[in-house]
């Protein structure tokens, strides 16, 4: 059974690959055409096409999503979004499937890639983490980002958790960011992307059912960064372990 499911997994790495790169071509031409619109218009276009192209994807490959919280998003409410990171399809669940229109942080490495590369960067804010100045240029973009009323998504863990943990240790970015625009953390938990994309195989994808929970939002208040990291890590983490076997 064991071998049979290795070769299954292959065979839907595949068909998922084809389907991906297919859709991708078709898409890249509506996404360039929204680099003409000023935002925050062209983050809502683009979050439509996104959400239109992954929905078709997890259908064409077998996925299901179900979310769960939507009630927590208030309407006019701008979010920091907090995710955990599994696997390299927590994006493409996190960012057309949060409500509303939002950016992500995410590494520069990954908009080098060629066609791809320019989808990846339209719906991002970029950092280096290796230099220092692209750390702050991408802070500040973060604040322009809520300013426009667009959402926040941030992997606090900063990437893929490949430990047994539920959790790894977070970054200071997110709660920094809060803290200092007073803007509400909506925590959000993902789960079974490390089933369907595991981390420890090489091209291997099996179809199933995706979660991802929205919890209630946590005010900052007067509440410092490293108050906040601490306990939304907890709240996380808890909400996590509880709801794993679900």
Not at 10 to 30: D, E, G, K, N
Request: aromatic share 14%.
């Amino acid at each position: 059974m064991k071998f049979l499911k290795e070769i299954a997994g292959r065979i839907c790495a595949l068909w998922a690959l084809l389907w991906f790169v297919a859709t991708m071509l078709i898409v890249f031409i509506p996404i360039w055409i929204t680099g003409f619109l000023k935002e925050p218009i062209r983050t809502k276009v683009l979050y439509q096409i996104f959400r239109v192209w992954m929905g078709f994807f997890f259908f064409i490959t077998g996925l299901r999503l179900r979310r769960k919280g939507l009630e927590n998003f208030k309407k006019g409410e701008t979010y920091i979004i907090v995710c955990n990171h599994n696997s390299l399809l927590d994006v493409p669940v996190s960012s057309p499937f949060i409500s509303g229109a939002n950016k992500t942080i995410a590494k520069i490495e990954m908009s080098r890639i060629p066609i791809f590369g320019s989808i990846y960067k339209s719906g991002s804010v970029l950092v280096d983490r290796k230099s220092n100045e692209s750390r702050k240029e991408s802070y500040l973009k973060m604040k322009e980002v809520l300013n426009l009323g667009i959402h926040m998504c941030i992997y606090p863990e900063g990437t893929r958790n490949k430990t047994k943990e539920p959790l790894q240790p977070f970054h200071d970015g997110a709660f920094k960011l809060a803290a200092d625009t007073k803007h509400a953390i909506l925590p959000a938990i993902i789960f079974n992307t490390k089933k369907r994309f595991p981390n420890n195989k090489t091209f291997f994808f099996l179809p199933g059912k995706i979660e991802m929970h929205f919890l209630p939002p946590i005010e900052t208040g007067s509440q410092t960064s490293q108050e906040l990291k601490e306990k939304i890590f907890r709240v996380m983490n808890d909400y996590y372990v509880q709801h794993l076997s679900n």
